[in-house]
């Protein structure tokens, strides 16, 4: 494979030498047959050259490539960027460029990293050109700005982009050439179809064996940008351009944000990396704005005293040191008078030194005034707001204000309240309505006063990371706030000191919830916790719980959402009814109804729902003594028992009416366990497993009877007992099955052949006449259980592996599920289908059994749910069976059949009632306007979070059933 490169010559870059060459190629370090035609090249930027002889770059047609018009100015060697000094920013660089290294397919293809305005992040992407340049790895760079019009046009970032490309790689430049010819306005189209026909295609004929990376700098400065990442963010996500890595920052504007949400990069992949710049500990930036301020005063002479006046003043933001860089060396020979006005508090700034800062928030203030579609009169009010905070420099009350300039209060409260430096995500009410708390991306909490808008206090510090939730006490002297730092605090309302340690979890804290007599605290992180409020233990926790939460009334439940809704005994974290089912995307707000009667669900799927919180059916949550993935459960004969066995290599009895462990785990397997059975009297159990052994043990004292039974020589997927106790049954992924003495452990006859690849299930028909068998080869086996002799052909139908078969109790019907998602009904004595698949399943079914009287049939599946059916007619009967929180492998009913047992990954075992299948019903029709707000507060009927600041408009208490509780709080995860 041969490859050309083209670009223009920087006599600035130290590798423009003919030493350099070799350093330069490294980019196709895993090309074989590497050639560069035209010997004569100059090597500039590491990663880009200059054929001397045009016609000799792959045929390259330069008058199609100048048809996209490309953004010269946006390039990020073209005009002065500033880079960061040697020292500074180094972990954030080590990282990006770590990334930009990784050849893994499972490292995202998008990194954004986003910080507030001053924080540095062009300087960041300006290094990070050069550093990626020198190792061959920079494929094309779109820096935008609001001062240059070209680099502020949406359309011309895809384009210039596609030049680059085109300039970087002989086969891009093929590629794309064929997509001008097609098309050659696509510069003038939209982003969609210059993505498709620019960017996608260009693997298509090209082996990735490296991945260039792409830099867009500062999105939020190109108008309309949205336009081109409502395309690009999906394509990045979807992997529709598996060659290039993107390399994106921006502020947090919500325009932008909007299209990498966090919460859906937690996906089975994440295709999308992210980095919040202003969250960097603010000890590391410190010691890098302590660099780059004495680089810059190098030349001046300047005590250790000032030094640290001068870095404390700058805060985090790089914008201020340089601003203060700038104004002071600029002075010449009066830069020590300078220096002193900076160090002059007393003094008033000329505009000269802050000619920076007022540019930059200049700006910001403009877009806020621009952007909140106000009327002319009602800018001007705000105008004129903002300029009586300023002009009297000091706090005032908003009543003086209105006073002052002779507006209603109203219109003064409605201006935002400031004082964030970053995204506002969670708002909550005191139950005086007297104050307002705020957690921010910024890391602080701040308390407001609710009547004039004015801050209280000092921010309150401590998280590392963004305050995702907050919440007032009952009697409102403390406050609760959960971060993404991983931890829960309590806040001393009055001082803004925290009150003992914070409580730390492993994931993110999402939402917290004190409850109605301020003893405990809630917290949502995916996992459901409870703490003691005063000491921080952990009450309970349930793993997979959910995010959002809230208490009801009473204190004595919590209800909890993800993509479900889930109730929960406050006291003891046992789980109360299933899940309700219904919306159709990630789950924001829930909080119960004033009375506990109903629960509101505020949803991304644009819907408000109400439920009734009254409805109860899973009887027992036992099983939850297992370390690993519950694989197989089954009833003793006459049900007061289960036995469960797991990848953690153990089995385990339980009592049916308590949920309790019955002894201690039976031990011996040294693999996996994945199939139990009961003999038909109770006594005895067997066993399979991935040790690719077969185990006989004494149900009632859990000791091994005899040795364990070898002939397998892969693992054992499924074990059975003959009706009559005496015969065991075993299907292993050697693709044979077995027949074996229960009493001696001797091995009955030849292993069964026929089935050409694993056998996954294995059981025997009522009268012990026959076996039935489900195999990885998609096919259903019968087989003669005295001779061994296959009985017909193989049943065929489903598409993909069978994971499981039963026979009917009368021994005339088989079920099987696959992977195909499926459920099939054959019979069993001519091997015909009986009518369709049952299809309800959204993934690998995994587990299916017949009821006793052969009139229902249960199945367990990857899709987390069990599903009952009318074996007669094939119809669901009620709604899937929720409440697991990953696969479902194995679900049995018990001898009577008015319970299922059903064993998860989840590493629980569950029993459900199978006479009362009802799903919680919603009572109110879904209302379908954009929800993630589901509440009112006492006083307040308009909190706005997800900006930089506050938004309040004063009015009354609501009365209906979307009001909240007194003992709820409000939050946008």
């Known amino acids: 494979m041969q490859h050309h490169m083209v670009a223009a010559k920087d006599d600035n870059n130290p590798s423009n030498n003919s030493e350099s060459l070799q350093a330069g190629v490294g980019l196709f370090h895993q090309a074989h047959d590497f050639t560069i035609e035209n010997s004569n090249i100059e090597v500039v930027g590491g990663n880009q050259y200059q054929c001397n002889n045009i016609n000799h770059y792959h045929g390259l047609q330069y008058d199609i490539i100048s048809k996209l018009n490309p953004t010269i100015k946006a390039f990020h060697d073209v005009g002065a960027r500033s880079v960061c000094i040697e020292g500074t920013r180094t972990e954030i660089l080590e990282n990006v460029i770590k990334w930009a290294n990784e050849p893994s397919p499972d490292i995202p293809g998008g990194y954004w990293m986003c910080g507030m305005a001053g924080t540095g992040k062009s300087t960041i992407a300006k290094s990070l050109c050069l550093k990626l340049g020198e190792e061959g790895l920079l494929a094309g760079t779109f820096f935008c700005s609001r001062q240059i019009q070209e680099c502020k046009e949406y359309h011309n970032v895809i384009p210039t982009i596609a030049y680059q490309l085109a300039q970087y790689s002989s086969e891009f430049a093929a590629v794309i050439r064929e997509a001008l010819n097609m098309d050659p306005d696509i510069a003038h189209k939209e982003p969609d179809k210059q993505i498709k026909q620019l960017f996608a295609n260009l693997w298509k004929d090209i082996p990735p064996f490296y991945t260039p990376v792409v830099i867009i700098d500062a999105l939020d400065e190109c108008e309309n940008i949205s336009l081109v990442l409502k395309h690009l963010i999906p394509a990045i996500k979807n992997q529709e351009i598996p060659g290039l890595k993107f390399f994106l920052t921006s502020r947090p504007e919500q325009h932008v944000k909007d299209y990498f949400n966090i919460d859906n990069m937690q996906q089975d992949r994440q295709t999308l990396q992210h980095f919040y710049l202003h969250n960097v500990q603010k000890s590391i930036v410190r010691d890098d704005i302590s660099i780059f301020l004495q680089q810059g005063l190098s030349q001046m002479s300047i005590s250790k005293d000032n030094m640290e006046r001068l870095l404390e003043r700058s805060g985090v933001l790089f914008i201020y040191a340089a601003t203060i860089i700038k104004y002071i060396t600029g002075g010449g020979r009066r830069a020590q008078a300078r220096l002193a006005n900076i160090l002059d508090l007393k003094r008033t700034p000329d505009k000269v030194e802050t000619q920076l800062l007022d540019d930059l928030y200049g700006q910001i203030l403009e877009e806020v005034l621009s952007l909140s579609k106000l009327s002319h009169p009602e800018q001007k009010q705000s105008l004129n707001v903002i300029y009586t905070v300023i002009t009297t420099a000091t706090p005032v009350s908003c009543q003086i204000i209105s006073e002052l300039l002779k507006l209603d209060l109203g219109s003064v409260q409605a201006t935002p309240l400031r004082g964030h430096t970053s ?115 952990v009450l309970w926790q349930i793993k997979d719980g959910g995010y959002a939460l809230n208490f009801s009334p009473d204190g004595t439940r919590i209800v909890s959402a993800s993509t479900t809704v889930r109730i929960w005994d406050a006291n003891t974290g046992a789980a109360i009814g299933q899940p309700y089912q219904g919306h159709q995307d990630y789950i924001n707000s829930v909080v119960f109804s004033p009375d506990g009667s109903k629960i509101i669900s505020g949803s991304d799927d644009h819907t408000v729902r109400i439920w009734d919180s009254s409805v109860q059916s899973v009887i027992h949550e036992p099983g939850q003594g297992h370390q690993g993935e519950v694989y197989c459960v089954a009833f003793s004969p006459d049900g007061a028992r289960i036995v469960s066995g797991s990848d953690d290599k153990t089995i385990k009895i339980w009592d049916t009416s308590t949920g309790n462990a019955i002894g201690q785990p039976l031990l011996g397997h040294t693999h996996y366990v994945n199939s139990v059975a009961f003999s038909p009297d109770g006594t005895r159990i067997v066993s399979g497993s991935y040790d690719k052994t077969v185990r006989i043990w004494d149900a009632n004292t859990g000791d091994a009877i005899g040795q364990p039974l070898l002939g397998h020589i892969n693992w054992v997927r499924s074990v059975a007992f003959s ?22 452990g001797d091995a009955i006859g030849q292993p069964l052949l026929g089935h050409t690849d694993g056998v996954n299930s294995v059981a025997f028909s009522p009268d012990g006449t026959r076996i039935v068998s489900g195999s990885y080869d998609e096919t259903v086996g019968i087989w003669d259980a005295n001779t061994g002799d296959a009985i017909g052909q193989p049943l065929l139908g489903h598409k993909y592996n069978v994971s499981s078969v039963a026979f009917s109790p009368d021994g005339t019907r088989i079920v099987s599920g696959s992977d195909d998602g499926t459920v099939r009904i054959w019979n069993a004595n001519t091997g015909n289908a009986i009518g369709q698949p049952l299809l309800g399943h959204t993934h690998w079914v995994k587990s299916v059994a017949f009821s006793p009287d052969g009139a229902r049939t249960v199945s367990g599946s990857d899709d987390w749910t069990v599903r009952i059916w009318d074996a007669n007619t094939g119809n669901t009967i009620g709604q899937p069976l929720l409440g697991h929180a990953n696969r479902v492998n194995s679900v049995v009913f018990s001898p009577d059949g008015t319970r299922i047992a059903s064993g998860s990954s989840d590493h629980t075992v569950r029993i459900w009632d199978a006479t009362t299948l009802t799903q919680p019903e919603i009572s109110h029709e879904p209302c379908t306007n954009s929800a993630s707000e589901v509440t009112q507060f006492p006083y307040v009927n308009h909190l706005k979070a997800g900006s930089d600041f506050l938004e309040l408009n004063m009015g009354s208490f609501g009365s209906d059933l979307n009001t909240a509780s007194p003992y709820v709080h409000f939050i946008i995860p």
Do not use: C
Request: hydrophobic share 35%; glycine share 10%; proline share 4%.
């Open 423 to 537: 995204l506002v995500t969670s708002v909550a009410v005191s139950f005086d309505g007297t104050r307002i708390a705020s957690g921010s991306d910024d890391m602080t909490v701040r308390i407001w006063d609710a009547i004039s808008g004015q801050a209280i206090g000092q921010p309150f510090q401590g998280h590392e990371d963004e305050i995702a939730s907050v919440a007032f006490s009952p009697n409102g002297t403390r406050l609760v706030s959960g971060s993404h730092d991983k931890t829960v605090r309590i806040w001393d309302i009055l001082t803004g000191d925290t009150i003992g340690m914070p409580f730390k979890l492993y994931k993110q804290v999402r939402s917290v919830s004190f409850s109605p007599d301020g003893a405990r605290i809630a917290a949502g992180s995916g996992d459901v916790t409870m703490f003691d409020a005063k000491n921080g233990d």
């Open 723 to 744: 009706p009559d106790g005496a015969r065991i049954v075993s299907g292993s992924y050697d693709k044979t099955v077995r027949i074996w003495d229960a009493n001696t």
